[in-house]
C-alpha cells in the first residue's frame, strides 16, 4: 500500500508565520537557494534547489556563507534548477536580445556537484524536457516576452512529472510570483492555478495549517 506524502515548496515570498509548524510537518520539503523561508517558513529542509549559473550561483559557491547556511547543512539533496544543456542553447540568442545578461549562461553545476559528493548529499540536475515542457506549457498561458521562467515554476514542474505520486499532496507555500522582471510571472501564475483547478498542488491556507494543527 503506497503511503501519502505531504511535499511542501516553500518560495521565498512571505510566508504566514501560521504556517511553520504545518510546514515542518510535511514528510518532504523544498526550499530555494539561500532558503530565505526559514523562519517565519518553519525550519526543516530536506531539498535546496539551486540556480546553478549566472551570479547567485557564484555568490552561493563563493564563501558568502551558503555552505553553512542552517538549512543548507540539514538538506539531504541538492536540486540544480538550471540545466546547462538548454542555457547554453540560450548564450547566442542572449548575447543578441540582453547583451547586459551575458554571465546568466555562466555554468556552476560542477561545484554544487562537488559540494554534494563531498558531504554526502544527492544530487540531482533538473532535466532539459521539463525545461521545454515548462515553456510549453507558459506558451498556453499567454507568457510575453522573458528570459527565463523562475527556479520555483522549473521546481514545480519536476515535482509534478517526476517526484508525485498520485496520493501525494504538494502544497506550494511563499510564492508570490513576482520579482525578476525577466520571469513571465503573470504566466506562471496562470500556470500554477490551472495545476490546483486540476488537483495537482494547493497552496497552503488556513484551513490546511488547522488541519495540520489537529494531526490530519
Request: glycine content about 8%; charged content about 20%; overall charge neutral.
Amino acid at each position: 500500500m503506497t503511503v501519502s506524502r505531504t511535499i511542501m515548496i516553500v518560495g521565498n515570498g512571505r510566508v504566514d508565520p501560521a504556517a511553520a509548524a504545518a510546514i515542518d510537518a510535511a514528510d518532504l520539503v523544498i526550499r530555494f537557494n539561500d532558503c530565505r523561508s526559514c523562519g517565519a517558513g518553519g525550519q526543516k529542509t530536506d531539498i535546496v534547489a539551486v540556480c546553478n549559473t549566472g551570479r547567485p550561483a557564484m555568490a552561493m559557491l563563493g564563501g558568502g556563507g551558503w555552505k553553512t547556511n542552517t538549512a543548507v547543512r540539514q538538506a539531504r539533496e541538492i536540486w540544480c534548477v538550471r540545466s546547462s544543456q538548454v542555457f547554453d542553447a540560450l548564450r547566442p540568442r542572449l548575447a543578441v536580445s540582453h547583451p547586459d545578461l551575458a554571465d546568466l549562461c555562466d555554468d556552476y553545476t560542477d561545484g554544487f556537484r562537488a559540494f554534494a559528493k563531498a558531504t554526502g548529499r544527492a544530487f540531482h540536475v533538473i532535466p532539459p524536457a521539463t525545461h521545454a515542457a515548462v515553456d510549453a506549457d507558459l506558451a498556453r498561458f499567454g507568457a510575453e516576452d522573458y528570459v527565463v521562467p523562475s527556479s520555483g515554476l522549473i521546481t514545480i514542474a519536476e515535482v509534478l512529472a517526476h517526484w508525485r505520486r498520485p496520493s501525494d499532496q504538494v502544497v506550494l507555500a511563499g510564492f508570490g510570483h513576482a520579482g525578476w522582471e525577466w520571469h513571465p510571472f503573470a504566466a506562471e501564475r496562470r500556470y500554477v492555478d490551472d495545476s490546483i483547478s486540476k488537483g495537482h498542488l494547493v497552496r497552503l491556507d488556513h484551513t490546511i495549517i488547522s488541519a495540520f494543527a489537529q494531526g490530519a
